[in-house]
């Protein structure tokens, strides 16, 4: 069931806000996620702040994690063995508010008025409530919150309470370690959610307050990573706190006071977190043990460092602010006539911004530091569906994300020969470096992001112009992979190269023969290694590279004149589509083995290499391809909507590219998944950014030029976003039948006149500008595909109330009962 989009009187269409007018019970997790607010490194849930009111409140700082000894039911020589989970830090937003003895909350209190919102254009989250206290009194509260960027530890929160008759107020302020206090492990029912461990994870190390300040460090059991903790409180009143209370799992600081008729009270947080430097982690994943002196050296450092960190809110604020002011003007995209999209994708940007902006050199979590999902792992979608927004909006903090990567180096290199391969074999799922995936077949298996590390940063390289980049990072990455490839597949009695055993993108079909996305991006890794200069790489060495690129075996089926997902692929049997969609997501519903052995979809895989490695394929091979993959396409993974709506764009099917789009652009906003409660999906929101600039706009890199060849969808007035790219800062304007390319002048960047290519048409682009004029795209006929193919002529279309699968509401085709005929034609109606 949609939310945001379902109930505009509820969560009213405001350019730069995301708000909520009307409180309604049910929703509190997934609005929490909703109304995050962070930095990259530090994130808070956006949880109302009386514990009442929250349903899975959390704070979170990205890498900080526990650890854990992985228990296989059946284990097996080079199974990962230490798994690893981002901790819910200490958590400061907590207040309980009693007015005359009546301690407020949403589910118990009378509400006159609501409102709450989180604003991209500076940061803040606000949520002011208007009550009818049992006594007699109106009182309204307003709650602000945000977190700092030049201090990246920091938090500021702010109270302020108004009433319409003298009152009594208890404000009791309090910090929880909310990651040892009792809850139910939901992943054992859904992989996609973040468990729980069994013992205590954060030990006391040193505690104490004192008038209404805070100084608090613990110590995870066994990772040992320490986190300190300065927490100070300032009021409008002379009052001085009622009590200051210590403890290992709550801390409170407690005010009682009057606060007369007609007076603003104002109470300031100012939050500093601070980690201390871990202990080394040895090969096996655990940290090495320090001595005593050490330990308590290193205690009284982090807790100095939490107090020196500590930030007025005022100052807190004015970062903020000055963050997003300038984040804006490089990376905002705007949709001219469009003010729902234009709403949600720069929430979309606005998570980006939350999940990158001072993360330093450390890798993305799949949720970012809105949530505990997916434990807090990188996987590769940061490089496939971050990187390019942080490469043309952010490339400093594009080239942190690739020396994280580059840091896991030495792990990668003993992980490679712990499989028998040559090289760098990168962890599927890490936090510190070692592989953290305890199923191989969807983990381990998934080579290819050796590839999207490679393929990363080449594109890093080529669209930033960082002359120093190679020499410190580019080469060892690419150089790293490409001996991993070479030494995972091999030279087959055909004469081409063959890479066995892995598992692609589409994790419905898994440990394949020649997956096509994996060999063609591994191609592109050998390709681009083979081509560099390097004391380090041999002739011989560099001559089997360039063979095994050349010589890479890409399964395709004559008959039905498409790339084949892998070399059994188009033998499997079709997929019921008649499921009931009850059953989806297929992964919670069915054993892995029933999956495998059908011709379905989880997501975008030779469709994506397709996107990825543009120029490797004709019109005519893309075209055909996305109409036989997108119908078997269920679109279980938040990674593929945006996918399959790129390649629609480029092959001229606009109606479903805007179908896809927005399916992506509303999978957090509408809680369409069903788990948004567990944070943002951070590479879905990176995949609205190519959507935009890839997709509609049809921007291509890595070529000779930066090329483009816009789509603009009907009933848009524009599209117009920037992009950094060498040393100059791009501005792209497009409307119906005509796009529009100018440098953006002073601005820092003076790069100097900029080709590119827009529809194979060459121009230069200075400040000036140049309008290049766009002839109208025709809609191409669909393919024709054999019998065979397990859909056919009659369309069979699904009233929305009675779907049941997640193609609901689309034409849909099934072959007859003993129809033989030949050359049926797929359709891409929407009904």
Known sequence: MALISSDRLRFSCDPWKLVENV??????????????????????????????????????????????????????????????????????????????GEQLALAESTVLDYRRSVDFATGAYECA????????????????????????????????????????????????????QPVEDHSAHDPRRSGRHAGRVLLQVNLHGADGSLRLVWETAASKQRIGMAVDHWISSDHQPFETVVSDDESTVRYVLPVNEGESFRLEKSVSYVVGDAAIPDASGLPARISADAAEAADKDTAASAEAAVVPVPEIFAQSAAHYSQYWATADIVIGGQPELQQAVRWSLFQLAQATSRAGIAGIP??????????????????????????????????KVLESRHAMLPDARVRAKELSVDGALFPWRT???????????????????????????????????????????????????????ASLGFFGKDGLFHIHGVTGPDEYTAVVNDNLYTNVMARFNLRTAAALEHPDVPETERMVWQQAAERMSLPYDPDMEIYSQDNDFMTLEPWDWSTPRSKYPLLLNFHPLVIYRHQVLKQADTVLAMFLQWQDFTAKEKQRAFDFYDPITTGDSTLSACVQGIIAAEVGYSDVALKHFTEALFIDLDNTHNNTMDGVHIASTGGIWSSLVSGFAGMRDQGELLHFDPRLPDGWDSLSFRLRIRGRLLAVDLAPGVVSLSLV????FDGGPLDVSVRDQSVVVTPAGVTVPLDAIAVPQPSVFPSVFPTAEIPIVVPRSEAQGPLAGRSRQKRPPGDASHGSRMSLSNS
């Open 366 to 399: 799949a949720k970012g530091v809105s949530g505990s999902g997916y434990e807090g792992h990188y996987f590769w979608d940061q490089e496939i569906y971050l990187l390019p927004y942080l490469t043309y909006t952010n490339p400093a903090g594009a080239r």
């Open 23 to 100: 409180h309604v019970p049910g929703d509190a997790g997934t609005l929490e996620t909703l109304f995050t607010v962070g930095n990259g490194h530090l994130g808070i849930r956006g949880a109302h702040s009386a514990p009442a009111d929250a349903e899975l409140a959390g704070t979170f700082i990205n890498g900080f994690h526990e650890i854990w000894d992985i228990k296989h039911a059946e284990n097996a020589y080079g199974f990962a063995r230490t798994g690893q989970r981002i901790v819910y830090i200490p958590d400061a937003n907590n207040f309980t508010l009693s007015i005359d």
């Open 431 to 485: 936090i510190n470096g070692l592989e953290a995936s305890a199923y191989y077949a969807a983990g381990t298996a998934q080579f290819h992001i050796a590839a999207a590390i490679a393929f990363a940063a080449w594109r890093y390289e080529w669209a930033s112009g960082d002359a120093s980049f190679r020499a410190e990072l580019g080469a060892d990455l690419l150089i790293e992979t490409a001996r991993m490839w």
């Open 745 to 748: 002048a002073g601005t820092g």
């Open 129 to 180: 409530v208007t009550w009818a206290c049992r006594s007699g009194a109106t009182v309204t509260t307003v709650e602000r919150r945000a977190v700092g960027f030049e201090d990246r530890g920091a938090l500021g929160i702010e109270l302020t309470l108004t009433a319409d008759r003298a009152i009594s107020a208890d404000i009791t302020s309090a910090v929880i370690n909310r990651q040892d």
